[in-house]
């Protein structure tokens, strides 16, 4: 039977390690930390349960679409709903929208609240829906590193979008040109922040991403965004597919031109495949250092990271829900205080998810789990002592005053996730959350493939690869690679 190795069981890796065993691999997961998960793990503090990473889940089909291809229901692994509202989101002004699952309901929000027409809301969805449609199987679902891609019909498609595309204007200034409400504009500039990406810079093709949320939907996993990884290993461990932890690969080992094994601790295990799910820049600089590595890849602009500040708080607050935005002030100053300056702003946007809204067992009874995220740059060398002190008190002067509540007080637990410790748990190199950024029109372009054009065998899935960063993408480069990679035939075939 022929061999896959994977190296690294995140999402986009586990997914790679199903894909590769219902096309008839014997299948190893060779996995650094103690369990799998990556930056998708979960942890309990004192009582309080957290999703460590990724908390919006987009595209669960792209799940479901795992279990199916196994001839399972995917139901009976895993359930989700979908939210409405999905996001709440506080201005510093104390104005506030509900962020309705519905086009409709979402604009009229939009118009009540902010005072934005309904109509224009409306039409940038559809725009967004248009585009997404006309560009996803070209740029998105497909490597845009074979030959064929350009080859389909799915290209005319794709230039048909090419003149709505937004691509000689950010994505900023794509916002701000249609809305005049400077609240609105900061809405949708947010999602540069899906791929780790600044609304300052980014081309307006980035307005595709809410499409994602707005019409397609957002979605809470039941048993948290951990669910996901954890069903699917359930999954591939019923396929077959064997997960070794705390066994990290420390050489992808090569004989004229191919890959022939990888090596860790306890030896070398042949492979026919070998996938990489650590992030690219490692994946040359460790375990394939004898090789020439793509250097103009390898530095392409890393994508922003994230401080992340786990409190148990004991209270509750009728006001929160699962998903919320407090907006800063001055939304310019703060990437600029991100991607030029490399530092954090003193007036920063702070996300706060609550999964306990949903599943009340996941905070002791009368107390939430607050999962409190900032924007950072990536690691380059800054004193993340610092700059976590002193981002930890902008962020409670922030919320209490939003809040009309002292929160200081009511931090019952705390653990702090900064750009280092995401970088020496999941090898991301400088802590990037999302590999490299989008922040210039060839971005795209210059990912690296899915498949190593000097190396036969070698393959690559993950947020640092095409087709980039976040749960989804992850889980379509895994796709990628799992119809690239050569079927095993049955002997008798051949
Ligand atoms: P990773 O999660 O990067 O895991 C790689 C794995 O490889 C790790 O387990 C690592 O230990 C292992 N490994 C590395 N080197 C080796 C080696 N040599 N040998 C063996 N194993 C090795 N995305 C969303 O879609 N929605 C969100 O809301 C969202 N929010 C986020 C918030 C945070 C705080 C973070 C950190 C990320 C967030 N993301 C979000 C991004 C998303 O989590 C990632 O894009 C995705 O989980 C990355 O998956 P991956 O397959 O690239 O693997």
């Not at 014997?26 to 349960?49: D, I, P």
């Not at 479901?64 to 939210?83: C, Q, V």
């Not at 490399?342 to 996300?351: A, E, F, G, M, Q």
Request: aromatic share 10%.
């Amino acid at each position: 039977m022929k061999k896959a190795a994977i190296v690294g069981a995140g999402i986009g890796g586990i997914a790679a390690s199903v894909r590769l065993a219902l096309k008839g691999y014997q299948v190893t997961v060779y996995e650094a930390n103690e369990s799998f998960g990556g930056k998708m793990h979960e942890f309990w503090l004192g009582g309080y349960r957290f999703d460590a990473g990724p908390s919006l889940f987009t595209l669960p089909h792209l799940v479901d679409e795992l279990f199916e291809l196994a001839g399972r229901n995917p139901a009976a692994y895993f359930s989700y709903t979908r939210l409405n509202p999905i996001t709440h989101y506080f201005w510093p002004d104390g104005s506030h929208l509900k962020a309705y699952a519905e086009p409709k309901e979402f604009a009229r929000e939009a118009e009540r609240q902010l005072g934005v027409p309904q109509q224009d809301v409306l039409e940038v969805l559809a725009r967004s829906r248009r585009l997404y449609n006309g560009t996803a199987d070209t740029f998105l679902n497909k490597s845009l590193h074979k030959a064929r891609t350009y080859l389909s019909p799915d290209v005319l498609k794709a230039l048909g979008c090419l003149s709505d595309l937004g691509l000689n204007i950010t994505m900023h200034d794509a916002n701000a040109k249609k809305f005049k409400d400077p609240r609105f504009v900061q809405l949708l500039d947010r999602f540069a922040t899906y791929n780790g990406s600044d609304p300052y810079q980014a081309p307006g093709t980035l307005n595709i991403i809410p499409h994602l949320e707005h019409n397609i939907g957002a979605f809470y996993p039941q048993g948290g965004m951990y669910a996901i990884a954890s069903s699917l290993v359930k999954l591939a461990e019923e396929l077959g597919v064997e997960f070794r932890y705390s066994e990290p690969v420390e050489q992808i080992v090569t004989l004229a031109g191919k890959v022939m094994s990888v090596k860790t601790k306890h030896g070398n295990f042949n492979a026919d495949v070998v996938v990489s799910n650590m992030d690219v820049v490692p994946t040359y600089r460790k375990l394939l250092s004898d090789h020439p590595a793509p250097e103009k890849t390898l530095q392409q602009p890393r994508s922003s990271s994230a401080l992340i500040y786990y409190w148990g708080i004991r209270k509750q607050f009728r006001e929160l829900h699962l998903h919320n935005i407090f907006f800063s002030k001055d939304y310019r100053e703060e990437f600029e205080h991100i991607f030029q300056q490399k530092t954090v702003s003193p007036d920063p946007t702070v996300y706060i998810n609550i999964t306990s809204k949903l599943e009340p067992g996941d905070a002791p009874p009368g107390c939430e789990n607050w999962f409190v995220m900032v924007n950072v740059p990536h690691h380059q060398g800054q004193d993340w002592q610092q700059l976590i002190a002193d981002t930890r008190a902008s962020v409670l002067r922030k919320l209490s005053r939003m809040l009309h509540t002292d929160i200081a007080p009511l931090i019952a637990q705390e653990q702090v996730l900064d750009p280092l410790l995401i970088e020496r748990r999941t090898s991301s190199f400088a802590g990037a959350l999302y590999g490299s950024s989008s922040n210039n029109l060839m971005a795209a372009f210059l990912r690296h493939p899915n498949f190593s054009s000097q190396l036969e065998g070698l393959y690559f899935c993950g947020g640092s690869v095409h087709p980039g960063g976040g749960v989804p993408l992850c889980l379509l480069s895994a796709k990628i690679v799992g119809e690239m990679v050569p079927a095993v035939l049955p002997i008798e075939e051949v």
